[in-house]
């Protein structure tokens, strides 16, 4: 008897690379971990796990602004995270 595995084509896979979002030069990346905090000035602050284990982009100049690609996400506040609500929003 032959195993499901043998007989059923292998689907195409996309690796990691073509997925990967890219970030202007103005970007400062951190990785999104297991519990979707970041590390920010010292401290781990919750941004999302829905984004873990990519990586959010802060935007350089003023270090607050939370990007995902083109996507803004948020402020970074102190010790928290405030969420853009308007969905789908670049700002």
């Not at 195993?3 to 990785?31: M, N, Q």
């Not at 506040?77 to 789908?88: A, C, D, H, I, R």
């Amino acid at each position: 008897m032959q195993t499901p595995g043998s007989v059923s084509p292998k689907s195409p896979r996309l690796s990691r690379d073509a997925d990967e979002i890219r970030y202007d030069e103005p970007h400062i990346l951190r990785p999104v971990r297991r519990n979707g905090t970041i590390r920010w000035s010292s401290k781990e602050v919750f941004v999302t796990d829905v984004l873990r284990p990519e990586r959010v982009g802060l935007l350089a100049a003023s270090a607050d602004e939370v990007y995902f690609g083109g996507l803004y996400l948020g402020m970074l506040g102190g010790e928290t995270f405030n969420p853009n609500l308007g969905v789908g929003s670049d700002k």
